[in-house]
């Protein structure tokens, strides 16, 4: 096993993520600590970092190394941007950190703090074509890409800290003011042409989006607490800036989703995100909950395993992490994907479901038996807790729950999940119907190899006079397996309605 500490020295705050690495290639993270530095308010009038700069540095580097040493890290990555990238004295305090803790700091350009952050987007969000903001406390990186490659990149020096220090925004925003941030602030997004695309996506990166999400779901009720890949229109934003800009500092802390911290910059943090609106013409900001940290550790984990460092496929990739994460023998999962997909693929006609949903079977297969991890007994409620709460990309919140779901069905249904409000506020009756054939689909295939010796090594489904039709190749003749598809006629008879027929393929 590998442990890995990611070290972020950012010009708001400071981060220290822990990630173990495991022999099989599975990793997750296993420490996360974040400290308040606010450095772009710490620099002086010749550009240098003060002497409190330094000192609450320093104390925030001897932490994190005091628990690198605890958790017996192996490789260190500490990165510092825009707040000691741009101070005169930047590299000094490099020095004295490397003095006094052996971390070696790397100041990185805005460029490459600009590609490590899309790293993070697009390895964890399934879009094609967007615009990601990096929005910081000193700086704000500004990223086209299309065909999820870069195309476009820039640093700006504009962050929700030095913004809100330029224009006193700290407490209130007067009309005036406002206006003086927007011509301040567009007179810097204008050089950039490319950044007028016509509609395409903002991504936000960073405290500032992140609270804005959070604002909003705490304002809607929205059932889940999931940031990462959550999505916004262009008219909440602006309904949710608009009462901001209403309210004074006391007022703001008040708010629900809206931290202490960061109640005094949101105003700033939130300018810079209306005149992207403004300038991009787009109608909806997509929230990322992953950045410059998780950049650096897939920069890091893919080269080390010789993996493309931007996934082809990122639903596969975080399902493979998973699988291998909580699964021993992945053979089982794996050859009961197989015969789901090929029950799917023979029966258009009987489930009458878009290939769309194909991926959400397939991610459900795959994944349907890592609650065993916690228990044997009631896995399937295990597992569906887990898989509606891991770090799965490429889907979409809401199809990370159908997910959930139907791999909390392969054992059969289960009530509690319609009596349950976090479902029944998010899933629809079309939702159910759907997560009903898919989890049937799943049982079905889940008892082709409940033995788990793969005694059936392929099926051949298709429909006739009869009904639906399991053609089933094996060399002996599979007397388990046979049973427990039996279980399932009355449920497939209900949903289908149709008779659910097996039969040997020597027969």
């Known amino acids: 096993m590998q442990r890995i500490a990611i070290i972020d020295i950012g010009s708001n705050s400071a981060r220290l993520v822990i990630s173990h690495i495991y022999k099989n290639g599975a990793y997750n993270m296993v420490y996360n600590q974040k400290e308040a530095l606010r450095l772009s308010?710490?620099?002086?009038?010749?550009?240098?970092?003060?002497?409190?700069?330094?000192?609450?540095t320093l104390e925030t580097m001897r932490s994190f190394a005091y628990m690198c040493k605890i958790y017996k890290v192996d490789k260190t990555i500490a990165v510092a941007t825009a707040a000691i990238r741009n101070a005169y004295n930047g590299v000094d305090l490099v020095s004295r950190v490397m003095e006094e803790t052996g971390i070696q700091l790397h100041i990185i350009s805005g460029n490459t703090e600009a590609y490590i952050s899309y790293l993070g987007v697009i390895n964890t969000l399934d879009v094609n074509d967007g615009i990601i903001f990096d929005l910081g406390g000193g700086s704000t990186e500004l990223i086209l890409f299309q065909n999820r490659q870069i195309v476009e990149s820039v640093s700006l020096?504009?962050?929700a800290v030095n913004t809100t220090g330029m224009f006193n925004t700290r407490n209130e925003m007067p009309p005036n003011v406002f206006s003086d941030v927007n011509f301040f602030i567009k007179s810097h997004l204008e050089r950039y042409?490319?950044?007028?695309?016509?509609?395409?996506p903002l991504i936000g990166v960073g405290g500032t989006a992140r609270t804005i999400a959070k604002m909003v779901q705490r304002s809607k009720k929205y059932p889940a607490t999931k940031l990462h890949n959550y999505a916004l229109s262009a008219q909440t934003f602006r309904s949710l800036f608009s009462k901001l800009r209403d309210t004074n500092l006391e007022q703001r802390k008040k708010i629900s989703g809206l931290s202490n911290e960061r109640s005094d910059i949101i105003l700033a943090g939130c300018s810079i995100i209306s005149c992207l609106f403004d300038i991009s013409s787009s109608k909806k900001l997509i929230v990322s909950g992953c950045g410059l940290r998780e950049g650096l550790f897939f920069d890091y984990y893919y080269k080390a395993h010789d993996l493309p460092v931007v996934a082809d496929n990122i639903l596969s990739r975080s399902c493979e992490n998973i699988l291998k994460l909580y699964t021993a023998d992945t053979s089982?999962?794996?050859?009961?994907t197989a015969l789901a997909l090929n029950l799917f693929d023979s029966w258009p006609k009987l489930h009458g479901l878009s290939k769309s949903n194909r991926k959400l079977l397939e991610t459900a297969a795959l994944l349907h038996d890592i609650g065993i991890t916690i228990n044997f007994y009631s896995h399937a409620r295990h597992s569906a807790y887990m898989i509606q709460n891991a770090q799965l990309f490429g889907l979409t919140q809401k199809e990370q729950v159908l997910t959930a779901v139907i791999a909390g069905w392969h054992n059969g249904v289960?009530?509690?999940?319609?009596?349950?409000?976090?479902?029944?506020?998010?899933?629809?009756?079309?939702?159910?119907?759907l997560v009903n054939k898919l989890a049937l689909l799943l049982a079905l295939a889940e008892s082709l190899d409940y033995s788990q010796t793969n005694q059936i090594s392929n099926i051949s489904p298709y429909l006739d006079k009869r009904g639906a039709v399991i053609k089933i190749f094996a060399d002996e003749i599979p007397s388990i397996e046979m049973h427990q598809i039996k279980d399932h006629q009355n449920w497939f008879r209900k949903i289908f309605g149709t008779e659910l027929n097996v039969e040997l393929a020597n027969e």
């Open 332 to 336: 089982h999962s794996r050859h009961i």
């Open 157 to 159: 020096p504009l962050g």
């Open 41 to 56: 308010q710490k620099v002086d009038s010749k550009n240098m970092l003060t002497e409190a700069a330094f000192a609450s």
């Open 193 to 200: 042409p490319w950044l007028r695309q016509q509609g395409l």
């Open 414 to 433: 289960s009530k509690n999940y319609f009596r349950d409000k976090f479902y029944k506020e998010l899933l629809t009756d079309d939702d159910w119907q």
